[in-house]
């Protein structure tokens, strides 16, 4: 069984970390890019709506 040095960890724990900021980030994108879609059918149902009345 191989024991891993201190500096090893702090390589792994800061790899992990990184790719969790990276997918919180993409994430975060996610939300934004949907609010936005959901924003311009809302936008475009109320055009819509008004130019039938």
Do not use: G, P
Request: contains cysteine; aromatic residues 12%; glycine residues 0%.
């Amino acid at each position: 069984m191989k024991f891993r040095t201190e500096r090893e960890m702090m390589l792994e724990l800061a790899l992990v970390a990184e790719r969790d900021d990276a997918a919180f980030k993409l994430f975060n994108l996610s939300l934004v890019l949907s609010t936005f879609r959901a924003a311009c059918q809302f936008i475009k149902c109320r055009k819509a709506l008004y130019q039938h009345l």
